[in-house]
């Protein structure tokens, strides 16, 4: 046979073999992410379009400062507009959603007509966000108001990429330097009616916090004339205090007030968020507190409107429950609520997640508040809400289907960016 007939073999290169290797292993999760995406897609259609439950507004005093918990967006969209309109010196904002729909437009008017009577407003949004909202929306702010459209990467990506990263997930509003507003709330009718969410309003020592997380970012490489001015704290430790992630200074504290509080435990644990995807250090401090006897209570949206963070958080609930921990499905709408109280004792309201995003990647704004009055109003909050939960039974879990524990498996490799 002559040699220009013998078959070819074709040898992978071995620069070639990690890649392959690589995108075979990607292309399970993908696959499995794509398929749960377009069964919802068409669960969608069955499901009713109803008003969220609203449980209240609850005041509690503690110390100097008067604070207000929200669970109702119009209730909340109502007093920050009253705010604003009644603003003398200063307006600071960041955001993370804002949608171009009659809601948004009563945010243009206000900051416009506050912007005109001489008020100083700065606001920042995240623009990955807002992708889909026409930049037109925002230009109908008026030029006097100073606007920050946050990129998901900054200009100094390259040379310091983890300091210029993280998207602007935190909702604020500080109204004088006197009022503050955060909490999970975006700006938008679907959150004011439809989503179940939990927003803060805090007069007092916190403010400060609130302020200096939406100036530092502001401040962060612009000249001093643009700046916002600083101004000193009027407590150097409030029993209300801010705790915000600020990945421009590398800082991540969010995280380590979860994990400190939740080793305190001795009694219960009562937590609310929409996305649970924690990383194995706040997922073993719950399992371990669990298995201690205190009452660990987790509370996530039966659905929310991220099917894949639902099933890649179910991959945890086995482990959950084999340690004695409570899962509770809420079934009435998309709840959005980013709390937790510990021990009737220790609380937080805020912007971050439990998951990995939220805790080591966003900008995030939380207030810990250390208060016996203000955790007996959040476990009032709480308890209202457990009544639109499913219990997740451990013996139906473990008898589920298997493609479902298939598809948790298959997404396990996502935990990591969600």
């Known amino acids: 046979m002559s040699p220009l007939s013998l ?19 990607l292309a399970v ?44 967006g119009e209730a909340l969209y109502g007093d920050m507009l009253k705010a604003i309109g009644s603003a003398h010196h200063s307006i600071l904002m960041k955001t993370y959603i804002w949608k171009n729909d009659e809601v948004g437009q009563k945010f243009i008017d206000a900051f416009n007509a506050a912007a005109r009577r001489g ?19 925002y230009g109908r702010l008026d030029e006097k108001v100073h606007i920050h459209r946050m990129p998901a990467a900054g200009r100094s990506f390259w040379k310091a990429p983890l300091r210029s990263t993280g998207f602007n997930h935190s909702k604020i509003l500080v109204v004088d330097d006197e009022i503050g507003f955060v909490g999970g709330y975006n700006i938008g009718a ?45 407590s150097w ?30 009694d219960r ?24 006897g ?23 609930f086995g482990q959950m429950l084999d340690a004695g921990i409570t899962i509770l499905l809420y079934t009435s709408s998309m709840m959005h609520s980013k709390t937790a109280t510990i021990d009737g004792e220790w609380s937080t309201i805020g912007t971050a997640n439990i998951d990995r995003l939220s805790l080591s990647f966003n900008y995030e704004s939380n207030v810990e508040v250390i208060d016996p009055g203000f955790a007996a109003e959040m476990e009032e909050v709480f308890r209202s809400d457990r009544e639109h939960c499913e219990t997740v039974s451990p013996e139906a879990w473990r008898s589920r289907h298997p493609m479902a524990r298939v598809t948790e498996v298959a997404l396990k490799p996502l935990r990591p960016v969600l």
């Open 119 to 137: 008020v100083d407003v700065f606001i920042i949004y995240d623009g990955f966000a807002n992708l889909v909202v026409p930049q037109s929306f």
């Open 7 to 25: 078959p070819i073999r074709r040898r992978t290169s071995s620069k070639t073999l990690p890649l392959a290797i690589a995108a075979s292993a």
């Open 269 to 292: 644990i009562w937590i609310s968020t929409p996305y649970f995807i924690p990383d194995q250090q706040i997922l073993r401090a719950l399992v371990l507190a669990a298995q201690r």
């Open 237 to 266: 430790n409030p029993t209300v205090r801010v705790v915000a992630n600020m990945p421009v200074d590398l800082v991540y504290p969010v995280r380590n007030m979860y994990l400190k509080a939740i080793e305190r435990a001795h």
């Open 190 to 234: 679907l959150y004011a009616k439809k989503w179940r969410d939990t927003h803060l309003r805090a007069a007092g020592p916190a403010v400060w916090g609130l302020r200096q997380t939406v100036a530092r970012l502001w401040n962060e490489g612009r000249h001093p004339a643009e700046q916002v001015p600083w101004i000193a704290p009027n």
């Open 29 to 72: 999760p993908v696959t499995a992410a794509v398929s749960v995406v377009a069964l919802d897609l068409l669960k969608q259609r069955e499901r009713k379009d109803r008003d969220a439950p609203r449980p209240g507004t609850f005041e509690s005093q503690v110390e100097e400062s008067p604070l207000t918990i929200y669970t109702d």
């Open 294 to 316: 205190v009452n660990v209570e987790v509370m996530v949206p039966k659905d929310s409107n991220h099917v894949i963070a639902d099933w890649v958080s179910r991959g945890f």
